[in-house]
């Protein structure tokens, strides 16, 4: 089945650490995107990326970083520099002209512990 | 970017009753897209609305957009407990990627 994988789950992080969170998706999609989701709000664009090897900043870029080497693969990695990292981390992806929408991942939830 | 603003943020309704939810915005949008997360679940998506004054129905589910491309509703008939979540609207989607709306939190009382 084609699908949107991330992982892991549940991620937890000390202060000051970096982490990388995984998505992987075999859709055959160009573009993928990362967004994050704090409790009962929306979700807010972080990097997206159209095309392998480019990618570009979103809303809230900031203390985060990701690549783009292949097509199936969009790492996002936190940074020490994101003061306040924990929230529920969603990637997704679609076609050059999403009219089918984005089809998203399951998520990993990340604590700063 | 565009921005959208969402209304209500939480709609209490008994089971079996109606619910809508409005999207507006202060600046004419190309679409409109909608999205529904299950609690603890990740965005789905359900519709993108194009035309003005476009009217697409999916069961029980009915959106609208617009005669000037500036608002959107999606209109709930007889709310089932398998309808509860949160109803997200979203616009862009072309090389910026999509801007949500904070949403919706339907709460179903049985």
């Known amino acids: 089945d084609g699908g949107i994988t991330q992982s892991p789950k549940y991620l937890f992080r000390k202060e000051g650490q970096n982490v990388t969170l995984s998505c992987e998706q075999n859709?055959?999609?160009?573009?993928m995107y990362w967004y994050r989701q704090d409790p009962g709000q929306g979700l807010r664009l972080i990097y997206y990326s159209q095309i392998v090897n480019d990618f570009q900043k979103g809303d809230i870029a900031e203390g985060y970083s990701v690549s783009r080497e292949k097509k199936e693969s969009f790492p996002l990695t936190v940074t020490s520099a994101q003061k306040n990292p924990t929230a529920f981390y969603l990637c997704?992806?679609?076609?050059?002209?999403?009219?089918?929408?984005?089809?998203f991942g399951s998520g990993t939830r990340l604590t700063v512990v | 970017g565009q921005q959208v603003m969402q209304i209500p943020q939480y709609q209490h309704v008994q089971e079996g009753e109606d619910f809508t939810t409005y999207c507006n915005s202060s600046?004419?949008?190309?679409?409109i897209q909608w999205y529904k997360q299950r609690p603890g679940g990740h965005p789905v998506f359900l519709i993108q609305?194009?035309?003005?004054?476009e009217v697409k129905k999916q069961k029980r589910l009915t959106f609208q957009f617009g005669e000037a491309k500036k608002n959107s509703s999606l209109h709930i008939t007889a709310t089932q407990t398998t309808d509860v979540g949160t109803y997200f609207c979203?616009?862009?989607?072309?090389?910026?990627?999509?801007?949500f709306g904070k949403g919706t939190h339907l709460i179903i009382q049985p």
């Open positions: 859709l055959n999609h160009d573009a």
């Open positions: 997704a992806s679609s076609i050059a002209n999403p009219v089918y929408g984005y089809t």
């Open positions: 979203c616009v862009g989607g072309g090389a910026d990627g999509l801007t």
């Open positions: 600046t004419t949008l190309s679409n």
């Open positions: 609305l194009v035309k003005s004054g």
